[in-house]
């Protein structure tokens, strides 16, 4: 099977702050010897508590961090995010079309009747339509907010998504249309997913394999099957339990 993403013995940095003379703060090491692959049409989740080293994995992979040793190997072209919060992750006085053709005129190659056809087919592929291309984020519910970012995510075609507890701050009801979109898009052009999030029965839903992370260290990494049926590591076991 084709990895899209590798990631060996990754050690992640952040230097706290400086003291009130002037003095160099603590370098911490957040991430310890962190390795994983997510392979072609594979989505992989990732668990943990707040502070595990989730969100410094993601900067990681996403090419946001400087500090850091280990290799970070793409064979793809750079991921795409999708964010927790999809109002502050969108530009509000800039309307969904512009947004999105923002990203083509970024990655470059296509021309401006190209780049118009491609936000109407990707509106209407996250099931809202052309006609939103004209709306404003602030007009949108935030169900529809979110596939307005799914479309951003998706209008360059990765290969590779990272999704930052994409449904974490939507209701019920609409986290499922969300996951059932992302499940969708993922068959429709064998995507990829790095899936983060807290929701252990969202992970079970939608994910492949699952990462489990304590503070920095990937504790155990198994088909989700596996993890929900044989956890094998203590944490992963109170993780479990904890979501009951």
């Given amino acids: 099977m084709e990895s899209i993403l590798e990631v060996r013995n990754l050690n992640s940095y952040y230097e706290e702050e400086r003291s ?5 703060g603590k370098r911490r090491q957040v991430l310890h010897n962190v390795s994983f692959i997510v392979n072609s049409g594979e989505t992989v989740g990732l668990v943990g508590e707040s502070g595990s080293g989730k969100t410094t994995l993601c900067r990681a992979v996403l090419g946001l961090l400087k500090d850091y040793d280990g290799e970070i190997i793409h064979r793809s072209k750079r991921p795409q995010m999708v964010f927790q919060d999809p ?3 969108l530009n509000p006085v800039r309307s969904v079309g512009w947004i999105l053709d923002e990203a083509l005129r970024i990655q470059g190659g296509h021309s ?4 118009k056809a491609a936000v109407d087919e990707a509106l209407t592929q996250v099931g809202l339509g052309p006609e939103y291309a004209r709306r404003l984020p602030g007009e949108l519910s935030g169900g529809q907010r979110q596939r307005v970012s ?3 995510a998706v209008i360059t075609r990765p290969r590779l998504i990272v999704a930052d507890e994409p449904v974490s701050a939507l209701d019920v009801t609409i986290q499922a249309q ?3 979109l992302l499940y969708d898009l993922k068959r429709q052009y064998e995507l990829s997913y790095l899936f983060i999030s807290h929701d252990l029965n969202v992970i079970y839903q939608i994910c492949d394999r699952v990462l489990v992370m304590q503070q920095g260290v990937i504790v155990e990494q198994n088909t989700v099957e596996e993890i ?3 956890p094998r590591h203590p944490y992963t076991k109170q993780l479990l339990k904890a979501a009951e």
């Fill in 150 to 152: 799914i479309a951003a």
């Fill in 112 to 115: 401006r009747a190209e780049r």
């Fill in 87 to 89: 109002f502050s992750s």
């Fill in 20 to 24: 009130l003379i002037g003095e160099h």
């Fill in 178 to 180: 969300i996951l059932k």
């Fill in 228 to 230: 929900f049926n044989k």
